[in-house]
Nanobody
Framework: QVQLVESGGGLVQPGGSLRLSCATS????????MGWYRQAPGNQREFIAR???????NYADSVKGRFTTSRDNAKRTLYLQMNSLTPDDTGVYFC???????????WGQGTQVTVSS
């Protein structure tokens, strides 16, 4: 059974930082490209960041220079370091795993991030 479990969300003041984690099980982690989406209230889910097995990353323009995603293949875990947070970063953050050959995609249940003073 495939499981992706996010953690690390919470309430943070503007300008603050959070680090999200996405622990996986049931997949061959190194065969998957990993990434993050977020969904603000009333909005569609939007792409945030992606990292392939070799470590190459790409980011949405809205988070470039502030967010960094990384992966630890030994721990089967994906991370998202978020700095200089603003209220516009508020939303539910979802991690995903996408098999680079089959295209099968799995999602976590999401973790809430709220940026507010």
């Amino acid at each position: 059974q495939v499981q992706l479990v996010e953690s690390g969300g919470g309430l943070v003041q503007p300008g603050g930082s959070l680090r999200l984690s996405c622990a996986t099980s049931g997949i061959s982690f190194s065969a998957y490209d990993m990434g993050w989406y977020r969904q603000a209230p009333g909005n569609q889910r939007e792409f945030i960041a992606r990292i392939v097995n070799g470590g190459k990353t790409n980011y949405a323009d809205s988070v470039k220079g502030r967010f960094t995603t990384s992966r630890d293949n030994a721990k089967r875990t994906l991370y998202l370091q978020m700095n200089s947070l603003t209220p516009d970063d508020t939303g539910v953050y979802f991690c995903y795993a996408e098999n680079r050959w089959s295209g099968n995609k799995y999602w976590g249940q999401g973790t809430q991030v709220t940026v507010s003073s």
